[in-house]
Structure formats: structure tokens, C-alpha cells
């Protein structure tokens, strides 16, 4: 056990399977100097510049290229700096990492870890706080995974490296700091949520940042007399129904609080599948579906707070209508 | 080393364009009817979708994977039947992949626009233009950690100059010093707009030689041209010198697509260009008249049995729909 920050713990997983598998690179901007979060950092000076690849800021051609170093046998990281730039990559990542296994008849395939560090960082305005995670588990081929603690930070980017699928990996933009015990030896598999918190009147179903402010939210919720469970996902494709219909099952209340856009947001499908097969009361809290503005009244706008996690939270369970 | 040309080399590049040829010929008599567009309606085709044909820039094919080995990795692009070919892959298993059927490389899941033969190399046909250009890069830097001297042999179109990753990549595999051969195989039209109205400057060598990527020009229809500047080219890749590219030009003879008849082109214009058949030409050169015949016919014999083959061979089963996706979350198929 050791205390350590998300950034902190992803350089440690990450450390630890390249020293087990020389097959694992690392290709991006800036990760010779350590990435611009720290979370490479020491990684070029242990195993090199041609395993810890410095590129051009020619985002295509490094999820591209990741692509076909996979196809003849490395492993890829994939540093992308923010999800918005990835962007320009998509083509590179929907048309060709998603699909290469499949239209090529499983002749080859795509393990990689591409790291687009998602949502809201703060000041940085429309191009630099958006989160995506929907648009990713929205396409056949990819696993999206989106870590909250450095606990998970450290499990879940080991256990993306292990599983041979592109993985579309989710840090957030605002975590790199935060810190937490980490066990090197504990494993996480992909697709299964934690219950950040046992709940009885009704459960927040939530992942990465959110997590945190969903937790905040309970302690809230708690001083009015109202019980919130909170589930972290952790793993957005595949997400783990069979948890949050167990707990929907508990509870009869489910509200899902993301900080994307709540239009056509994941908690769009999570609330579709609870309404074909629970009879819980559902309800949804993400962000308007306006571009992040710079100015912080106008940021504030975008974000998700306990405040209005436990509002939203308290309100559904004292919702008693039919 | 540069290795002389020989009678043996002349007719193993004659074999190899005569079975592309041959090859591409049944399988455009079998696409007919295969694809909605350019006035076209879909009715029953044995090859459906869009199918990109190289006939008339078989030499360019030929002439450089001729210097391949089967350890060297190809990137190709939607017109890549030839490059398949020539790289080493079965006329049976091919045919029965652009008939949709089990037996096919890809299992009926790619069809011509995604034809693959991993084993000999070859890492895949690709429906976007540019986009086997990074790919390339990757696989280069695969390749420089296996060790070794195998090359990265990356086709692309004219079109594709005009795209990022023709910068981007080119750029990249020159600060890396990779070995990649690029070849932009320039049949002069970008699906049915003339190429030369949307390229500024020069083309593809001249805009290599401003990022550093040295290479040359060849006449694409001149398979002996091609082949020997190819050959030049590889050995300075795998000599370890770095990236060239190789600008060769052709002719695309048929449409965009198969169903494509081509008629915003010049019609004097094309038939001159119909006189520059690569096979023709190398056919001149070669003399050897019979032997030629009897080598355009087991081509055309070899690609029967390739069509009997894919006539008889079964679909997939539904249920391969559902495999090859991905391992983790597999079975979610509906939330």
C-alpha cells in the first residue's frame, strides 16, 4: 500500500507492464519529458526513446500509427493530451482501431490503450472540457473505461494493457493530483462497478469525477435524513448492469449523474435499460447541452456539484407518486 | 544491390500482372448489378458493393512487390487487389472473400475494399483514403523493434496526397528514419474529379522531397521502369537510410468504382491512353509470344477455378456477425 496520486498511479502501472512485456510503447506528445501531467514521467529515461516514442503533434498518425504497430504485434499506449484532440484522430480510432479485427475477418487485432483525458478543466473553455465517453461506447470494437481514484487508476490501466481490445481510457482532466492508498497487487476487471457507498433510499450511478461529488452529495443527503448509494462504474463498455439493476432493485430509485452533456449522454442508456427491465423511478443530471465557457459563472453552468446531486437525489426519494 | 533483369524476372512480372488482370476481370463480370450509384441499380451480383479496379496500373503492383519479401509488411489502399496479389496472396481465397463467402481471407466480413492476407504480410486493404499511411508508420516502428532490415512497402493514390496523413506520416517516418517505401501510384483520377485540378504544385515526389523523404518518378505503366526504381529505392530502406517514396505514374483505365462508365472523361484522350496497356508494352519488350499466351491463360485458368471455387463455397454462418468484435464485453450486443 502506498499513497499516491492518479497520476502518480497510472505511471506505476504502466512502469510495472513494460517491465513485464517489452511488446508495451508508449507514442504521443511530450511523453519523453514525463506527458504533461506527470504520468509518464521517468518512463523515457527507464526504457528509452524508442519505446517511449516523442512525436509531431500529428494526432492522426499517432492513433494511427498505434494501429499498425498493434496489427504487427506491440502494444501501444496512446497519449492524446485531451479527449478533444482526439478528434482529430477519429477516423484513426472509429474507422480503423474499432474495426480492424472485424473487417479483416479476426486475422489481426488492435490491443492499445489510447488515453484521452476527458471532461471539465477548469478555465480551459469550450475545446479543453468536453466529455465524450458516449460517443466511444457508442462504437463496436472499443472498451471505455473511466477511472476516478488511483487505486482504480492503477488497476484498470493494468487491466486495459492485459485484455487485447482498443481501449478507449478515460483519465480526468482534474484528477491528476487527487490522491489515494494504492495496492499495486490489486487487480480490477474491466466491466464491473464498485459501490463507492451502500445506500436505501435511492443510488447515484455515476463514474469518474462524479464519483467524488456524488460521495460529497451523499454526506449531504445524509444530514436531511436521506440515504444515497453510490455506484461507480468505472467501466463505461461494457457498463455493469447487473449492479445497478440489483441495486434499482434495492432502492426503487436511480438517479444517474454524469458530467457530460445530459443529452444522448451514457446516462441516457443506463436510464433505457432501467426503465425495459426494473421498475425503478429514473432520473438523469448532466450538464446542459451548452459549450463549457471559459469565465467561471459560465463553467459553473457545466458542472455537476454535490449540491445538485444531493438536491436531485433527495428529491427522487422523496418522490412517492406512482 | 541492384539485380539485372533477366528473361526469368520479365516473365515472373508478366505472371504477375496477367493473374491481376485476369483476376480483376471476373471479378467486375461478377459485381455487375453489385452496387447502387452512378445511375446504377442493385439487383442480383455475385460481388456486391463497391469494387475499386486496378486494371491498367498492374505494373506499379507488380514491379515493386516483386522486391518484397514475405517478412516485409504492405499497407494498401480500396483499389488493392493488385498489391494483394502481387504481395502473395491466393486468387481462391480472395475471390471467395469478394463473393461474401466463409472461405474468404477476411471470413466475408471486408469484402475488396478490405481485403487482407495477413500471412503474406499483407496488413490490408482500407476504405479511407490516406489511412494506410499511419498504419505504415506504426508498423515500420514494429518492425525497427523485431530488428532485422524488412520494410514497410505503403501504397496510396494521388488522391491521398491531398490528405493530413500524407504530411503527417511522411514527416514522422522521416524524423524516425523508418523504413518505409512509400508508393503514391498515381492514376491521375481522385475518384471522378481529374486529380490535377485539385493539386497544387507538382505532386507527391516534390512535396516527399520538401519533408526530407527522398524518391523517384517512374513511368507506372512500364513495369520494367517500375521495378527497377523500386528496387533502387528498397535497398537504400533496407539499408537502413530511411523513408523514400516512390511517384509512379499511371492510368486508372476503368471508373472509380466498377459500375462507373466514366463518361466525364475525354474520350480521344482515354483511348490514347488505352495504347499504353502495361501488359502490352512488357508483352512488346518481352517478345516470347507463346509463352505469354500460355501465361494469360493459366492466369485465366487459375481465376475459374477461383470463381468455381467461390461459387460452391459456403456463406458464414449468422452467427460469425457476433464474432471477431471484441473480448471484452462480448455478448452485450443490445445494452
Not at chain 1, 261 to 276: D, H, K, N, R, S
Not at chain 2, 257 to 283: C, F, G, I
Amino acid at each position: 500500500m502506498a499513497r499516491m496520486t492518479y497520476a502518480q498511479a497510472a505511471c506505476a502501472a504502466l512502469e510495472a507492464a513494460m517491465r513485464l512485456d517489452p511488446q508495451v510503447v508508449v507514442v504521443g506528445e511530450d511523453v519523453g519529458r514525463g506527458g504533461i501531467f506527470g504520468q509518464y514521467r521517468g518512463l523515457q529515461t527507464a526504457f528509452g526513446a524508442a519505446r517511449v516514442i516523442d512525436t509531431p503533434i500529428s494526432e492522426a498518425t499517432i492513433m494511427g500509427a498505434a494501429v499498425g504497430m498493434a496489427l504487427a504485434g506491440l502494444k501501444p499506449v496512446v497519449e492524446m493530451r485531451v479527449v478533444d484532440f482526439a478528434l482529430c484522430a477519429i477516423d484513426e480510432l472509429v474507422n480503423q482501431a474499432a474495426k480492424a479485427r472485424y473487417m479483416f475477418g479476426g486475422q489481426g487485432r488492435v490491443g492499445l490503450v489510447a488515453r484521452l483525458p476527458n471532461g471539465l478543466w477548469s478555465g480551459s473553455a469550450a475545446q479543453h472540457s468536453q466529455s465524450l465517453e458516449a460517443w466511444f461506447a457508442h462504437i463496436p470494437g472499443l472498451v471505455v473505461v473511466a477511472p476516478a481514484t488511483p487505486q482504480d487508476n492503477h488497476a484498470l490501466l493494468a487491466a486495459s494493457l492485459a485484455c487485447g481490445d482498443p481501449v478507449v481510457y478515460l483519465e480526468h482532466k482534474e484528477l491528476w493530483g487527487f490522491e489515494g492508498e494504492v495496492a499495486a497487487s490489486r487487480r480490477a476487471r474491466l466491466g464491473e462497478a464498485e459501490i463507492a457507498r451502500p445506500g436505501s433510499d435511492a443510488t447515484v450511478v455515476t463514474w469518474s469525477r462524479t464519483r467524488h461529488a456524488a460521495l460529497e452529495a451523499a454526506d449531504l443527503a445524509e444530514r436531511q435524513g436521506v440515504s444515497l448509494e453510490v455506484i461507480d462504474l468505472r467501466t463505461l463498455w461494457p457498463w455493469d448492469r447487473d449492479a445497478v439493476l440489483e441495486s434499482a432493485g434495492r432502492t426503487g430509485r436511480v438517479l444517474i449523474a454524469h458530467e457530460a452533456v445530459q443529452v444522448a449522454g451514457f446516462g441516457a442508456e443506463i436510464a433505457a435499460t432501467l426503465a425495459e427491465e426494473s421498475d425503478a423511478r429514473v432520473r438523469r443530471l448532466g450538464a446542459p447541452r451548452i459549450p463549457v465557457g471559459y469565465s467561471q459563472p459560465l463553467e459553473d453552468e457545466s458542472r455537476i456539484t454535490p449540491q445538485a446531486i444531493a438536491a436531485a437525489g433527495i428529491g427522487l426519494a422523496r418522490d412517492h407518486r406512482r | 544491390m541492384r539485380e539485372a533483369l533477366d528473361a526469368e524476372r520479365a516473365l515472373a512480372l508478366y505472371r504477375t500482372m496477367a493473374r491481376i488482370r485476369a483476376f480483376e476481370d471476373a471479378a467486375e463480370e461478377a459485381s455487375r448489378g453489385g452496387v447502387a450509384a452512378f445511375g446504377a441499380s442493385l439487383s442480383e451480383a455475385k460481388v456486391r458493393g463497391p469494387l475499386h479496379l486496378s486494371t491498367g496500373q498492374e505494373a506499379v503492383a507488380a514491379g515493386v512487390c516483386a522486391h518484397l519479401r514475405k517478412s516485409d509488411l504492405l499497407t494498401s489502399t480500396h483499389r488493392g487487389h493488385g498489391h494483394t496479389i502481387a504481395k502473395g496472396a491466393a486468387l481462391e481465397r480472395m475471390m471467395c472473400e469478394l463473393f461474401g463467402r466463409a472461405s474468404g481471407y477476411n471470413g466475408g466480413k471486408g469484402g475488396s475494399m478490405h481485403i487482407a492476407d495477413f500471412s503474406v504480410g499483407m496488413l490490408g486493404a482500407n476504405g479511407v483514403v490516406a489511412a494506410g499511411i499511419p498504419i505504415a508508420v506504426g508498423a515500420a516502428h514494429a518492425l525497427r523493434a523485431r530488428g532485422g532490415d524488412d520494410v514497410v512497402c505503403c501504397f496510396f493514390g494521388d488522391g491521398a496526397i491531398n490528405r493530413g496523413p500524407f504530411l503527417e506520416g511522411l514527416n514522422w517516418a522521416a524524423v524516425q528514419a523508418l523504413p518505409i517505401l512509400f508508393v503514391c501510384e498515381d492514376n491521375r483520377w481522385a475518384a471522378t474529379t481529374a486529380t490535377a485540378t485539385t493539386t497544387a504544385g507538382a505532386g507527391a515526389l516534390v512535396r516527399a522531397q520538401a519533408i526530407g523523404v527522398p524518391g523517384a518518378q517512374a513511368d507506372g505503366n512500364d513495369v520494367y521502369a517500375v521495378w527497377a526504381a523500386a528496387g533502387k529505392l528498397l535497398a537504400e530502406v533496407r539499408e537502413g537510410g530511411g523513408p523514400r517514396l516512390l511517384h509512379a505514374i499511371t492510368y486508372r483505365v476503368k471508373g472509380h468504382v466498377s459500375v462507373d462508365a466514366a463518361a466525364y472523361r475525354d474520350a480521344a484522350k482515354h483511348d490514347r491512353e488505352l495504347e499504353r496497356d502495361p501488359l502490352v508494352l512488357a508483352a512488346t519488350r518481352i517478345g516470347m509470344r507463346e509463352t505469354l499466351e500460355a501465361i494469360g491463360r493459366e492466369a485465366r485458368d487459375e481465376v475459374a477455378a477461383a470463381l468455381a471455387a467461390a461459387h460452391a463455397a459456403p456463406w458464414p454462418e449468422r452467427q460469425s456477425a457476433y464474432t471477431d468484435v471484441q473480448d471484452t464485453g462480448a455478448g452485450r450486443w443490445r445494452g
